[in-house]
């Protein structure tokens, strides 16, 4: 249970903000009571455009991604940083990307048609998926995708027989399951022996497929993947990674006499969802990866690799916030105190699934202290449609604007029509400025494909 929070805090520059912590995005200040993001009050942006409403400050997402890209740049002479775009997507978040010098990491067709759809650069887009339909290889292969991320030997064959249909010779990654126990919650572990993704190295069929990939016609393997793992604050098992793939890579040196171009670590690094997190900065963290890959190297003899790593979480969860309307305060006496708001588990289903922690403030009250303990409630016909479970908030009264930070992760491309609720409309804010870059979706459009 969250602790009330009431504190605000004069910075050097004039602004006020909020004793949240790494949870609010960099631009966010208070002023006259109002929240501010990107110098835009979240209350008069709610009441033209409706909630619930998703808001991404573009300063703070461009600013982590040029910290992804000088930070791994000073610690390391050849690397490359992959927007992984399961996170968030849509086509203005892919233009900046690429205006950023982001790599792209897509995980279907419809991925890679949006990033089609904004000319992002095929050469630096790699396509992942433990399932990659025949329709979604053929239209990676025929883009020109630079890298295909193989999970499975039935995969191998696949883009194989597509390459060579298309005159083509396709580089390709194998994704290695690297047994390293990530600590983190058991639906966003990757790298352990029991998942579904990537070739195991249980019984070293992960170092015997490497022969099957070099004797097939059409590919070229050029290098290995993993991923431990989502939301990771421990920076020691990037290293255990780090590790386990040095040695493996050594060893296909050895028996294979292959040595590789890429070596992609992957994303995973955790961010803050709650004022008392602590996650590594994105510093420590391409300092640790990079360290750990060069030591790892001069043990093991071996070339440097370029370096690659796909955060995602980490470059937009923080950047983005959720806007909504009290419409209904409900009080069971020694039990609990509901606040409904208009969304919930359509726009942000991490609570349900996770038992996900989030900050909330009401953003026409932003001065005032966070002094009772409530669950933000949704308004969908399930029990367990909730965005905050007992957390802080201050007295919330009917057309009150509540702003729960950090959801600008993992909410909006996983969310939902359920109760025929539209899709909200995503605004970027920047210097003062408000832009619609997804209009909200229409009872019209939920309704345009029936026939």
């Known amino acids: 249970m969250s602790l009330p929070k009431s504190d605000l805090t004069k910075q050097a520059d004039g602004r006020t903000t909020m004793e949240l912590g790494p949870v609010l995005p960099k631009t966010a200040d208070v002023r006259d ?28 997402l461009r600013d982590r991604m040029r910290q992804y890209r000088e930070s791994f740049a000073a610690n390391y002479p050849n690397a490359g940083v992959l927007y992984a775009s399961k996170a968030f997507l849509n086509k203005e978040v892919l233009r900046i990307a690429n205006e950023e010098g982001m790599f792209l990491d897509v995980s279907g067709g419809g991925e890679l048609a949006c990033a089609q759809a904004v000319g992002f650069p095929m050469e630096r887009v790699f396509m992942h998926g433990n399932y990659k339909t025949e329709a979604e290889l053929r239209e990676a292969i025929s883009a020109g995708v630079g890298r295909i991320v193989l999970d499975t030997r039935l995969e191998l064959a696949r883009v194989s027989r597509i390459a060579g249909e298309l005159g083509v010779v396709q580089k390709v990654l194998m994704r290695i ?37 070099l004797g097939t016609p059409n590919v070229d393997l050029v290098g290995f993947h993993c991923h431990i793992g989502s939301q990771i604050f421990a920076l020691h098992s ?16 050895d028996e294979y006499g292959l040595y590789v171009e890429d070596l992609d670590m992957g994303g995973g690094l955790g961010v803050a969802y709650l004022a008392d997190d602590k996650p590594s900065s994105i510093a420590e963290f391409a300092e640790c990866t ?6 790892a190297s001069l043990e093991y003899g071996l070339p440097l690799p370029r370096l690659l790593v796909e955060p995602g979480r980490s470059l937009v969860a923080n950047a983005g916030v ?45 001065d005032q202290p966070r002094t009772e303990i409530v669950t933000l409630c949704g308004k969908h016909c399930e029990s367990g449609d909730a965005v905050v479970l007992d957390g802080s908030l201050q007295h919330a009264d009917l057309d009150d604007i509540v702003c729960v930070f950090a959801t600008g992760a993992y909410c909006y491309t996983m969310s939902s029509t359920y109760n025929g609720q539209p899709h909200p409309a995503i605004v970027f804010v920047r210097d003062g400025q408000a832009r619609v870059v997804t209009r909200r979706e229409t009872y019209e459009d939920l309704m345009a494909r029936d026939v």
């Open 238 to 253: 990037f290293v255990e990674a780090v590790q386990v793939m040095a040695k493996f890579v050594a060893r296909v040196r």
């Open 177 to 213: 399951t690297p047994g390293v126990e990530a600590d983190t919650h058991e639906y966003i572990k990757t790298g352990c022996e029991d998942s579904k993704f990537g070739f195991t190295m249980l019984d070293d069929f992960a170092f015997k497929c490497v022969g099957d990939v």
């Open 33 to 60: 009571g109002h929240l501010f993001i990107g110098g835009v009050d979240m209350v008069e942006l709610a009441r033209e455009q409706g909630t619930a409403l998703y808001v991404f400050d573009e300063a703070d």
């Open 322 to 366: 959720t806007l909504y309307t009290v419409g209904v305060m409900k009080t069971l006496p020694n039990i609990r105190k509901y606040v409904a708001i208009d969304g919930g588990m359509s726009d942000n289903v991490r609570t349900a699934l996770y038992h996900a922690d989030y900050e909330a403030t009401i953003a026409n009250k932003a």
């Open 290 to 295: 990079a360290n750990a890959v060069m030591e």
